[in-house]
T-cell receptor, first 114, second 116 residues
């Protein structure tokens, strides 16, 4: 079975700092990859997704992620974070097309200090 | 005008009680899911349903049951609640994927359940 690892459990940054959150998955075949965000007290929302094509994916709110197949990674980046980016971020992978079962990572809590 | 709604939003109950959490959606999606979220564990799939006649166990189905009453409704039941079922529960929906395309899941606002 596939698994997803997010090694950063809690990241604290100052506003305007650059962000990179790690995501690694274990599956040797074709994957779909997602980053979801959960703002305090809210439900999960999709930030961005990768299905195929350009491995650099741009999402909402200035986020982007790069799929590196050789490293089984899909790291999330943002060049300059804002206080409003404070949230929990989840990486997820789908490996059974037509099935849509997502496997989630354990999440990374991001705290931005004004 | 939320597309995926969950009731109740918060619930406190006692060990041994039967609890039902409800999920409704107006997105017209065939596929619905129940997850639980625990600190440090992320989201784990409890049950999922691809249509009204199709119910499947997820990775942590023990102690839970579900009912798909209609395309728009998917209920999660705890027959006899226990404290380690205290968690945040999310319902989600999706459309059938067309190959590798567009299988995003849409989440409800969550139900916070506390079992004393």
């Amino acid at each position: 079975a596939q698994s997803v690892s997010q090694h950063n459990h809690h990241v604290i940054l100052s506003e305007a700092a650059s962000l990179e959150l790690g995501c690694n998955y274990s599956y040797g075949g074709t994957v779909n990859l997602f980053w979801y965000v959960q703002y305090p007290g809210q439900h999960l929302q999709l930030l961005l997704k990768y299905f195929s094509g350009d491995p650099l994916v741009k999402g909402i709110k200035g986020f982007e992620a790069e799929f590196i197949k050789s490293k089984f990674s899909f790291n999330l980046r943002k060049p300059s974070v804002q206080w409003s980016d404070t949230a929990e971020y989840f990486c997820a992978v789908n490996t059974n097309f037509g099935n849509e079962k997502l496997t989630f990572g354990t999440g990374t809590r991001l705290t931005i200090i004004p | 005008d939320a597309d995926v709604t969950q009731t109740p939003r918060n619930r406190i109950t006692k060990t041994g009680k039967r609890i039902m959490l409800e999920c409704s959606q107006t997105k017209g999606h065939d596929r619905m899911y129940w997850y639980r979220q625990d600190p440090g564990l992320g989201l784990r799939l409890i049950y999922y349903s691809f249509d009204v006649k199709d119910i499947n166990k997820g990775e942590i189905s023990d102690g839970y049951s579900v009912s798909r009453q209609a395309q728009a409704k998917f209920s999660l039941s705890l027959e006899s609640a226990i404290p380690n079922q205290t968690a945040l529960y999310f319902c989600a929906t999706s459309e059938p994927g067309q190959g590798a395309r567009d299988n995003e899941q849409f989440f409800g606002p969550g139900t916070r359940l506390t079992v004393l």
